[in-house]
């Protein structure tokens, strides 16, 4: 057996190459795999891949020319290299912006580094929960349109600055009055963050998603479309239905009950500080003055 063994390497393994492989090499392939799949789905989750499946087009017919020697081709691609790479920086420029944007959300050193001391305060009450979903389904059952922006890790300053500033607690009163008919703040957007509400009639970019569907209006479309640049869930009451729906992560649910729109705010809120890895509380000091 052992003859038949060697034998058999010597004569089909002997020309074969095998690397060292070093515990830091199989490190480094999991690494470049993993940014390759995550490269991979952020492109199919986005615009980018209508304008991917356009290069790959593009690439395939240089590679027929070159397969055929079409040199006046080949000469144009070649001068034309460096006019594409900065042309597709310019038209990818929101989606490498929201992928920059998604790499900062990871908070896997938010255990280690207090970078926001006072995260926790930003993160709203289940008081806030019961008037934004009271509010909304209120205003539902009477069709008064309204657009809520719940502001999660990405801070929404530009938007902020396009409505009129407020500074006041959420409630389900105050929401149905904003939003109430021929009121000087009904038309546009509102903020929330925290337990507040920043800011009113706010201009949110519009979603040029193809596969919208044609019975959706401008609230939407301004829903999906803040959905897209940014991680925070809007909500939406339809002026002609008054179906309340729910848009994330560049995806709309439409028709939701309020227990599910319960279920979405409460997975926002901040876990609960006093089992959230208590061996960095002293560091980050989170005890002061504790009882």
Same mark, same amino acid.
């Given at each position: 057996m052992s003859e038949w063994i060697s034998h058999f390497f010597s004569t089909y393994l002997s020309g074969l190459y095998f690397p060292n492989m070093r515990i830091t090499d199989i490190v480094?392939?999991?690494?470049?795999?993993?940014?390759?799949?995550?490269?991979?789905?952020?492109?199919?989750?986005?615009?980018?891949?209508?304008?991917?499946?356009?290069?790959?087009?593009?690439?395939?017919?240089?590679?027929?020319?070159? +397969?055929?020697?079409?040199?006046?081709? $080949?000469? @144009?691609?070649?001068g034309s290299i460096s006019v594409l790479v900065i042309a597709a920086v310019v038209v990818f420029q929101p989606e490498l912006r929201r992928a920059l944007e998604k790499l900062g959300e990871k908070n896997f050193l938010a255990n280690l580094v207090a970078f926001d001391k006072n995260r926790e305060?930003?993160?709203?009450?289940?008081e806030t929960i019961e008037g934004l979903v009271s509010a909304c389904f209120e205003m539902g059952s009477v069709k008064t349109g309204a657009l809520i922006v719940v502001e999660q890790a990405i801070h929404l300053n530009e938007f902020e600055r396009t409505g009129i500033e407020l500074d006041c607690i959420v409630s389900a009163q105050v929401l149905i009055n904003i939003f109430e008919h021929n009121t000087p703040l009904h038309d546009g957007a509102i903020i929330v963050r925290g337990n507040? +509400?920043?800011?009113?009639?706010?201009? $949110?970019? @519009?979603?040029?998603?193809?596969?919208?569907?044609?019975?959706?209006?401008?609230?939407?479309?301004?829903?999906?479309?803040?959905?897209?640049?940014?991680d925070a869930l809007v909500i939406v009451v339809s002026e002609e239905t008054g179906k309340v729906s729910v848009a994330a992560g560049g995806q709309l649910v439409r028709g939701v009950t309020p227990e599910y729109l319960t279920t979405r705010l409460s997975q926002m809120q901040y876990k609960n500080p006093e089992v959230e890895n208590k061996r960095f509380t002293i560091w980050k000091g989170r005890q002061k003055d504790e009882a």
């Open positions: 480094e392939i999991g690494i470049v795999a993993f940014v390759l799949y995550e490269i991979m789905v952020w492109i199919k989750n986005t615009k980018a891949w209508m304008l991917l499946k356009g290069i790959i087009m593009l690439a395939l017919f240089i590679l027929v020319a070159a +397969i055929f020697n079409m040199q006046t081709i $080949l000469f @144009l691609a070649r305060n930003e993160r709203f009450t289940d507040r +509400i920043t800011s009113a009639t706010c201009y $949110l970019p @519009l979603s040029d998603n193809l596969q919208i569907s044609k019975d959706l209006g401008t609230r939407h479309r301004a829903a999906l479309g803040m959905s897209e640049v940014s």
